[in-house]
């Protein structure tokens, strides 16, 4: 996996090693919802440590390209937004639940009898709330961009190698 960009707040937020996790029934979807795991991976935002949690909210990606950020969990993703935060100088970023179109393709690659698929992020107008001394920008901005980080799905067993899985539009 390669790192993520964000944009947000007139800076870029760098995460070096998120990884995702989901579930998919059957073979053939045309949505499937993944949970970010940001913690751990080192992120960098105006070139000091970041954290970044989303213990609310999923992404819900669809194959006509919509990325949606929804609730997960049983936790309501309005009342707890993704958080991007630093602390010397603080800036907080909350990110909630919202549709963008456009902001995902795949692409299939076929591995032996198993298929992977590469998923790349162009998500662009963001909405968010930036506050604190250390943001650029501060307020309810609708700038944000995810556009650098593409991503290998792949299907696992849960006790054993990947099977064949196939993505419809």
């Known amino acids: 996996m390669s790192h993520h960009v964000l944009d947000l707040a007139a800076v870029s937020v760098t995460c070096l090693t998120p990884s995702y996790t989901g579930t998919i029934a059957g073979t053939t979807v045309s949505e499937f919802l993944l ?3 940001y913690e751990g ?4 935002f105006a ?3 970041a954290h970044f949690l989303m213990p609310s909210c999923a992404f819900l990606m669809k194959a006509n390209g919509e990325l949606s950020i929804v609730s997960h969990g049983g936790i309501n993703c309005a009342e707890h937004p993704i958080e991007i ?10 990110i909630g639940p919202q549709t963008i179109k456009n902001a995902v ?3 299939n690659i076929n591995v032996g009898f198993n298929t992977e698929i590469t998923m790349e992020l162009h998500a662009t107008g963001i909405t968010y709330t930036a506050a ?4 650029p920008e501060t307020g309810v901005k609708t700038n944000g961009t995810y556009t650098t980080g593409n991503t290998i799905l792949t299907a696992e067993k849960t006790a054993g190698p990947m099977t064949s899985f196939s993505w419809s539009a």
């Open 132 to 135: 604190g001394v250390g943001c």
């Open 47 to 49: 070139g000091q440590s």
């Open 85 to 94: 935060w630093t602390t010397s100088p603080e800036c907080k970023i909350k």
């Open 105 to 107: 393709s795949y692409s």
């Open 41 to 44: 991976s080192l992120c960098i």
């Open 35 to 37: 949970k970010a795991v």
